[in-house]
């Protein structure tokens, strides 16, 4: 097993094309127990200069029905990765609000999996997740696995971010404010109104007042969509 990894690992740090080192990476993550690998980074710019790749071996049917149904906008997964960088399994009571979005998943035989992001100072967000069908991941397997899963996100991200030129990497301005970012950052981490309230030692319909607005100046129908996109655009 350490003689695979190795060499595996050795041929990721070598590789600086994309789609080479994704391929090198999924025979990683293969061996390491999962089926599934997928990484995507977005660049915080707005409109039509915005970079995205997205690079998985999901079921093409999966990948359309996400694109399809605008699961992206209220994937608690993702929009805790916009906003930390700690790794998160995927696990049922994350789904609590989105349980159509669950079941899909699981129907395509994404059942296991966890996630973990890297956030770089020029506002990129790249995302690796793992996945299988079958086996809950444990605790001791997480932490085993933790550190191949980091180096595969940030060697991939690395290659992205040096090829992209500079002025997409310039995060945009936002009319924001303080406690608008603030509050957007702890509902990132999967905190409530009346958590954050208590937190910040304010009532909750004044968190929520702040969400709403949030919600409004980013042009988004709901919290999650505002999470995701003030992430994207290097706000939090």
């Known amino acids: 097993m350490k003689v ?10 070598c590789a600086q094309k994309i789609e080479t080192a994704y391929e090198i990476s999924l025979n990683l993550v293969k061996n390491m127990g999962f089926n599934f690998c997928a990484f995507s980074i977005t660049s915080p710019t707005t409109g039509t200069h915005r970079h995205k790749i997205i690079l998985n071996n999901y079921p093409s049917e999966w990948n359309t029905k996400y694109q399809n149904e605008h699961y992206d906008t209220v994937d608690p997964i993702l929009a805790h990765c916009c906003g930390s960088e700690v790794p998160i399994l995927w696990q049922e009571e994350c789904y609590s609000k989105t349980p159509r979005l669950w079941q899909a998943q699981k129907n395509q035989g994404l059942h ?13 967000c790249s995302i690796l997740s793992v996945a299988r069908t079958h086996c809950p991941i444990t605790a001791y397997e997480l ?3 933790l550190g191949y899963a980091m ?9 992205i971010a ?6 997409s990497l310039k995060p945009p301005t936002t009319s ?12 990132a981490v999967g905190k409530t109104a009346c958590e954050i309230a208590i937190i910040l030692c304010v009532s909750e ?17 709901n919290k999650i969509a505002a999470v995701i996109r003030a992430a994207k655009a290097g706000v939090i």
């Open 4 to 13: 695979w990894k190795e060499s595996q690992l050795t041929q990721l740090s």
């Open 151 to 159: 180096f595969i996100n940030r060697h991939l991200h690395g290659i």
């Open 205 to 221: 319909s004044t968190v929520r007042f702040h969400i709403k607005n949030a919600i409004h100046k980013l042009g988004v129908n």
């Open 176 to 187: 924001l404010s303080c406690r608008e970012i603030e509050v957007l950052k702890y509902s």
């Open 162 to 167: 040096k090829d992209l030129p500079a002025s």
């Open 112 to 124: 296991y999996g966890w996630s973990q992001s890297v956030h770089d100072k020029n506002g990129l």
């Open 143 to 145: 932490y085993k696995n």
